[in-house]
């Protein structure tokens, strides 16, 4: 038996201020949440899962098109066409949206209420599901702590969008705890809201925040995508499937033991060719940190503009026309020596 864990889909999040960006590939960074809820689907497909389980956050609040809920549909049509079942939590995002309430879903899709816990039986699959949508946005209190108990004799599931305990950078939506998620006994917690993949226990149960689908911008960095998990002779099997078409990245280009602007270049192009590498071909972002300490330094911070537009080129040509610069940032100084007293 094998099935998806995601989350945080955010299908046409505004990606808004992209224009100032010089070079930004404007439209394939605002199709991409599309594309990537695409590869979901054809993952689901072509691995031949049983069921999907989305763990809140399929829209970013108010649609601004209608078509973005009808493309939403569609996927979920394609889905249904192939006999997968689909489970969806909705999160914070979700519960704010008030066109979501009306939208009419396919008959393989199933939502957890609002008003309380449920648990879903994936008949005939030996599967229970329990979880429950947000009613609004803001929800204070732990929402794990009235899930039921696990169904003997079955994988349990539970489907939670939360902000765990020590995740202060993220807001606190149903905040819980470790140990309220392993009080209730099931094998599996399928974690929303986080947008950054977290492994937070192995095994009984495991815990997972899979992240978000889609890096929507230079904070969220990495491969995105989903989780892949196989249930084998009650033993659970996952893997994270990168499903994003733009990769976002930080580069640290130490500029320690550079000598001049010829070395930083070369040395930028190595960097920016193994980032490419590493991104699988994908469409990239890249916001370049020069760090360190060395004399180039004033190279750099007396001819910016000629250093950002030579890199910007580098980076073009190391991809093959792949990738973009987002932002140069300039971190590094010169030596103490270098630098002349102050009067």
Known sequence: MKFIHCSDLH???PLDGLERYPGAPVDALRGATREALENLVELAISRRVDFVVIAGDVFDGDWRDI???????SQMRRLDRAGIRVYVKKGNHDAASEITRVLAMPSNVFEFPVRAAHTF???PLPVALH????????VPEDLAAAYPRRVEGC?????????????????PYAPTTLDTLRGLGYDYWALGHVHARQVLREREPRIVYCGNL???HAGETGPKGCELVEWVDGELRAEPVALDVVRWARLALPI?????A???LRAAERAFREAHERADGRLSAWRLQLEGVGPVHRWLAAHADVAHTELRSIADAASGGHAWIEKVRLLCRAPAAAVAPSA
């Open 11 to 13: 299908v046409d999040s």
């Open 67 to 73: 078509n973005t809920g009808l493309f939403f549909v």
């Open 121 to 123: 039986r994936v008949d």
């Open 131 to 138: 979880g429950r949508s947000f009613p609004e946005r803001a």
């Open 155 to 171: 994988l349990n599931v539970g489907v939670l969008h939360t902000s765990l305990s020590g995740y202060a950078a993220h807001d």
């Open 214 to 216: 889609q890096g929507r």
């Open 256 to 260: 320690d033991g550079l000598r001049d």
């Open 262 to 264: 010829s070395d930083v």
